[in-house]
């Protein structure tokens, strides 16, 4: 009885959120600072080119999408976000779902680091860039791999008006890292962030800063007394 009661005692506390192993979309668009930008990734499964799925479990599509984007309009206030997926049509239909949240195709394009998929508009950047102005999205997030071995890529996606993210494992380079914000890509996804500080200021808060001074001179401006 007596373990039994600090057995009890010990996972009392399990059904609290900061106790689950991961935390809610909605948790943490409510334990955020506002001025960090979330890039929300869709998971969806993928057919592979050798027949075989990426993944197994599924539920019903709209169903899924329905209940993300609900709590994203919810939730979000106004941070700044974009939904990104390697699901075409997972895509297209955040595109025509709403018109709030700006929308990036993931490809992993011509990798020898994964296996592709059978889906022809995952098969390449080209391809990706087609299929992005197509479905009236913003842009592509690529892997990295592809920009090294062709940095005339980056120039294409600008040529077709997309933005163009980047994701992979050379991303993790400092050097790497500089050399994407020279070709021009407009982000740059890498890990450990905190190992890769630098001396600019958040974007989103020189935004800010910025919207809010212009607010205070014309506050200063209208209260001054007129001649």
Same mark, same amino acid.
């Given at each position: ?19 689950? &192993? ?11 600072? =506002? #001025? ?5 990734? !869709? ?18 599509i709209n169903l899924y999408l329905d209940v993300i984007l609900k709590t994203l309009l919810e939730n979000a206030a106004g941070r700044r976000i974009v939904i990104s997926c390697f699901h075409p049509d997972i895509c297209t239909m ?21 296996? &592709? ?11 990706? =860039? #087609? ?5 009236? !999205?913003l842009g592509i997030d690529v892997h990295t791999e592809d920009i090294l071995v062709d940095t005339t890529l980056v120039q294409l996606c600008k ?69």
């Amino acid at each position: 009885m007596k373990n039994d009661a600090s057995a009890s005692r010990t996972f009392v506390h399990d059904d609290h959120e900061d106790s689950q &192993p991961f935390p809610t979309l909605k948790h943490a668009l409510e334990s955020v600072d =506002i #001025h960090v930008g979330f890039n929300v990734e !869709i998971k969806w499964n993928l057919q592979r080119k050798d027949g075989t799925q990426e993944l197994s479990a599924q539920m019903e599509i709209n169903l899924y999408l329905d209940v993300i984007l609900k709590t994203l309009l919810e939730n979000a206030a106004g941070r700044r976000i974009v939904i990104s997926c390697f699901h075409p049509d997972i895509c297209t239909m955040l595109r025509l779902k709403q018109n709030k949240y700006p929308v990036l195709f993931l490809t992993q394009g011509q990798s020898k680091k994964y296996a &592709p998929y059978f889906d022809p508009r995952t098969s390449s950047i080209p391809m990706a =860039i #087609h299929f992005a102005r197509s479905a009236g !999205i913003l842009g592509i997030d690529v892997h990295t791999e592809d920009i090294l071995v062709d940095t005339t890529l980056v120039q294409l996606c600008k040529d077709a008006k997309l933005v163009m993210f980047c994701w992979g494992e050379d991303n993790n380079d400092p050097k790497v890292i500089e050399q994407l914000k020279n070709l021009g890509l407009d982000g740059v996804i890498y890990d450990r962030i905190d190992e890769h500080k630098t001396d600019k200021e958040n974007v989103f808060l020189v935004e800010t800063k910025a919207r809010n001074a212009v607010i205070e001179r014309t506050r200063d401006g209208d209260e001054q007394p007129s001649s």
